[in-house]
């Protein structure tokens, strides 16, 4: 039995910054710590997104990201 591989696609148009809102991940030292498998090719881009929107690191930007979309789900 082979395994099937996805590949993913990262679209600008799919991520609309007019409908983000600014979210400051909270630092608690009572955090969860999760571990996610991402494709090579996402990390390198997250990296290179991370990088043009002010010098963070990818795993923070990951963090806003999950944050702003729970709030826009949770409202």
């Given amino acids: 039995m082979s395994k ?7 679209k600008s148009r799919d991520w ?3 409908k ?3 979210v400051q991940p909270k ?4 955090g969860i710590s999760t571990s996610i498998r991402l494709p090579r090719e996402m990390v390198l881009k997250l990296k ?6 002010g010098d963070i690191g990818y795993q923070t930007l990951l963090k ?3 944050a702003e979309r729970l709030e826009k789900e949770s409202a």
Avoid at 27 to 30: D, I, L, Y
Avoid at 48 to 53: P, Q, S
């Fill in 64 to 66: 806003i990201w999950i």
């Fill in 48 to 53: 290179k997104i991370a990088r043009k929107k």
């Fill in 20 to 22: 983000s809102v600014q």
């Fill in 27 to 30: 630092k608690s030292s009572k």
């Fill in 4 to 10: 099937q591989v996805r590949s993913y696609k990262y």
């Fill in 16 to 18: 609309d910054e007019s």
